[in-house]
Nanobody, 125 residues
Framework: QVQLVESGGGLVQAGGSLRLSCAAS????????VGWFRQAAGKEREFVGD????????YYIDSVKGRFTISKDNAENTVYLQMNSLKPEDTAVYYC??????????????????WGQGTRVTVSS
């Protein structure tokens, strides 16, 4: 079992920045790739990006590319989502999820074994 806890959400003005954290406990975190998803009110949960087990490279959807960065610290069992130049359309509950399956840009929910409870991000215009 892996337990994931997100933190760092909040209210920010458009153009601002937030850094979300996803802290893991349980099994060896380096054995898992991690994805970030988000769900806006009334919408389906959307894949944002993911990072490999080693944390060497992140992959992103086009709408956040160049603004969001995912990093992974296996020593600290934590994954970060740095969000810059935030826009009102980034408003959502953000979830991290861990998967043992390898690969890149795994945008569907099925392969993810563990999920956090979510942290809310609100971007005001």
């Amino acid at each position: 079992q892996v337990q994931l806890v997100e933190s760092g959400g909040g209210l920010v003005q458009a153009g601002g920045s937030l850094r979300l954290s996803c802290a893991a406990s349980g099994r060896t975190f380096s054995n898992y790739a991690v994805g970030w998803f988000r769900q806006a009110a009334g919408k389906e949960r959307e894949f944002v990006g993911d990072i490999s087990r080693s944390g060497t490279k992140g992959y992103y959807i086009d709408s956040v590319k160049g603004r969001f960065t995912i990093s992974k610290d296996n020593a600290e069992n934590t994954v970060y989502l740095q969000m810059n130049s935030l826009k009102p359309e980034d408003t959502a509950v953000y979830y991290c999820a861990a998967r043992s399956q390898s690969g890149q840009f795994i945008a569907v929910r099925g392969p993810y074994d563990y999920w956090g409870q979510g942290t809310r991000v609100t971007v005001s215009s």
